[in-house]
């Protein structure tokens, strides 16, 4: 019946019963000849209409309710991917429970095959999932689960999950909503790593319901990241070793090499003819060239080895600067080349730190410099920065100039590296260990500092380093 009919009908229903009604209290001698039951027939007729017009409006209500439960389960419907139902006609009028029901029944059956999709999915999956109360009762696990503790289904549930055990800390216990934990397992097999995911399943009112974890096996990782950390340690164990191997036989080497040197000098203060000459310059030479590596060797496997020790005195950077222009002069004069130096004003003339460090950078940039220069000059820098660490220290840089062979960019890639040259053609043509610059680069960054090069090929090149040196009172150097 539609529901404009039904409307109609209750309406008439009810006018009738008002005429009736009418009728009867306009008949005044009608009240005479009933009596008592002139007023009882009244207000039973009176009592009737106001129960058909209250069915009515609860009629109205109840099918005003069940329309909005009927397009709640379309909606819902819809979200399964379960396209919904049109609504009928026998769905519109009194029959909206028969309507509400299909929907209901429609709804229950998009929700086993979504469950059953749900299901298939996890059961196929080889990382454990599992679902778990508030205190830790398990209400789900999948096949990967019970294959992993060798259980059943049945056993596992209501039992605690096996995430909350002693070997890991409680999932809730830092971020309630996502965590991430991972749990050492001994087996008889062996130890075996698993990494929980955690997340928290909430009810329709915000409030947790249970929480779901999935454990993914990660003990392939633990394996090779142990595998990793004994080999790093064997490497750094070999590497040090290798450090105070070439410190005891440098060591051991220096010496002798030390008496040759002597014994050539003395031998050089005799009376000797002019090839004898030649021979203990040539003996010399050579002895300074390998006292010159051996010391090279020794400095670098004792900064390798974290042995260095840094002084802090009084000295002067400007003498400094000026000791090791007029240690390189000769050397520059012979090869016709200019070598001066400029030193800012603001430079202080006397600053704590290790002169000896900063000396022996220096002599290993310019000559360098002077080595690979054929024309032209090096020009030694020296300005002072202000420190952004402490006020009562400031940066020295320095940067030696020279107009030589110059570096290409592949070329400076190679550099500060342990016995790396620019070329082979360098080592062939200069000499060198290649232990030089990555000594500069080391000691630099030991005083708190870094080093850096820019170069042109066939113009020269700016090798720059600055250091932190402190700042020294009248009364310090008193």
């Given at each position: 019946?539609?529901?404009?009919?039904?409307?109609?009908?209750?309406?008439?229903?009810?006018?009738?019963?008002?005429?009736?009604?009418?009728?009867?209290?306009?008949?005044?001698?009608?009240?005479?000849?009933?009596?008592?039951?002139y007023?009882?027939v009244?207000l039973?007729?009176?009592?009737?209409?106001?129960l058909?017009?209250?069915g009515?409006?609860?009629?109205?209500?109840?099918?005003?309710?069940?329309r909005?439960?009927?397009?709640?389960?379309?909606s819902?419907?819809?979200?399964?991917d379960e396209p919904?139902?049109?609504?009928k006609d026998?769905e519109?009028?009194?029959?909206e429970i028969i309507?509400?029901?299909?929907?209901?029944e429609?709804?229950?059956r998009?929700l086993?095959r979504?469950?059953a999709?749900?299901r298939?999915?996890?059961?196929?999956?080889?990382?454990l999932?599992c679902?778990?109360?508030?205190?830790?009762?398990?209400?789900f696990?999948?096949g990967?689960?019970?294959?992993?503790?060798?259980?059943?289904?049945?056993?596992?549930?209501?039992t605690?999950?096996?995430?909350l055990?002693?070997?890991?800390?409680?999932?809730?216990?830092s971020d309630?909503?996502?965590?991430?934990?991972?749990q050492e397992i001994?087996?008889?097999?062996?130890?075996?790593?698993?990494q929980w995911?955690?997340?928290?399943?909430?009810?329709?009112?915000?409030?947790?319901?249970?929480?779901?974890?999935?454990?993914?096996?990660?003990t392939?990782?633990?394996l090779?990241?142990?595998?990793l950390?004994?080999?790093?340690?064997a490497?750094?164990?070999?590497?040090?070793a290798?450090?105070?191997?070439?410190?005891?036989v440098?060591?051991e080497?220096?010496?002798p090499i030390?008496?040759?040197?002597?014994f050539?000098?003395?031998?050089?203060d005799t009376e000797?003819?002019?090839?004898?000459?030649?021979?203990?310059?040539?003996?010399r030479?050579?002895?300074?060239?390998?006292?010159?590596?051996i010391?090279?060797?020794?400095?670098f496997?004792?900064?390798?080895?974290g042995?260095?020790?840094?002084e802090?005195?009084?000295?002067?950077?400007?003498n400094?600067?000026?000791?090791?222009?007029?240690?390189?002069?000769?050397?520059?004069d012979a090869?016709?080349?200019?070598?001066?130096?400029?030193?800012?004003?603001?430079v202080?003339?006397?600053?704590?730190?290790d002169?000896?460090?900063?000396?022996?950078?220096?002599?290993?940039?310019v000559g360098?410099?002077v080595k690979?220069?054929?024309?032209?000059g090096?020009?030694?820098h020296?300005?002072?920065?202000?420190?952004d660490?402490?006020?009562?220290?400031?940066?020295?840089r320095?940067?030696i100039?020279d107009?030589?062979?110059g570096?290409?960019?592949?070329?400076i890639?190679?550099?500060?590296?342990p016995?790396?040259q620019?070329?082979?053609?360098?080592?062939?043509?200069?000499?060198?260990?290649?232990?030089?610059?990555?000594?500069?680069?080391?000691?630099?960054?030991?005083?708190?500092?870094?080093?850096?090069?820019e170069s042109?090929p066939?113009?020269?090149?700016?090798f720059?380093?600055?250091i932190?040196?402190?700042?020294?009172?009248?009364s310090?150097?008193?």
């Open positions: 019946m539609s529901s404009s009919r039904k409307t109609s009908m209750i309406y008439a229903l009810a006018l009738s019963l008002m005429a009736g009604l009418a009728a009867i209290i306009l008949q005044d001698d009608l009240r005479e000849r009933m009596g008592t039951a007023y009882v009244s039973s007729i009176i009592g009737c209409v106001l058909v017009l209250s009515y409006l609860w009629d109205r209500a109840m099918i005003t309710r069940l909005a439960l009927g397009s709640q389960a379309r819902i419907q819809t979200d399964l919904p139902a049109p609504a026998d519109v009028g009194h029959d309507g509400l029901a299909r929907q209901i429609r709804m229950a998009s086993q979504v469950e999709s749900y298939g999915i996890v059961e196929d999956q080889f990382d999932i679902r778990y109360k508030q205190d830790g009762t398990l209400t696990v999948n990967a689960y019970c294959r992993f503790y060798a259980k059943k289904r049945a056993d596992l549930l209501g605690p999950f096996a995430g055990t002693s070997r890991s800390r409680l999932p809730w216990n309630p909503a996502v965590q991430t934990f991972e001994p087996t008889p097999a062996g130890t075996v790593w698993l995911i955690v997340r928290e399943i909430h009810d329709n009112e915000g409030r947790i319901h249970e929480y779901q974890a999935v454990g993914h096996d990660i392939a990782r633990k090779a990241e142990a595998a950390l004994r080999a790093k340690e490497a750094e164990a070999a590497n040090r290798k450090g105070e191997f070439l410190a005891i440098s060591h080497i220096r010496n030390s008496g040759v040197i002597g050539a000098d003395i031998l050089g000797l003819t002019a090839e004898q000459s030649e021979y203990v310059n040539l003996i030479s050579s002895g300074d060239s390998l006292l010159f590596l010391n090279d060797i020794l400095d496997s004792k900064i390798e080895a042995k260095i020790e840094l802090h005195a009084p000295f002067s950077p400007r400094c600067v000026q000791d090791v222009v007029a240690f390189f002069a000769p050397k520059a090869a016709q080349l200019a070598l001066d130096s400029k030193i800012a004003i603001d202080p003339a006397v600053v704590s730190g002169v000896y460090r900063l000396r022996q950078i220096l002599i290993n940039l360098n410099a690979f220069t054929r024309r032209g090096v020009t030694v020296l300005d002072a920065l202000a420190s660490h402490a006020r009562d220290e400031l940066l020295l320095f940067t100039e107009t030589g062979v570096l290409t960019p592949e070329q890639a190679k550099l500060f590296r016995f790396a620019a070329d082979a053609a360098t080592s062939r043509k200069y000499g060198g260990t290649g232990l030089g610059l990555i000594i500069c680069k080391r000691l630099t960054e030991l005083m708190g500092g870094n080093i850096w090069v042109t066939g113009q020269g090149s700016k720059s380093f600055a932190r040196v402190g700042q020294v009172t009248p310090t150097v008193a």
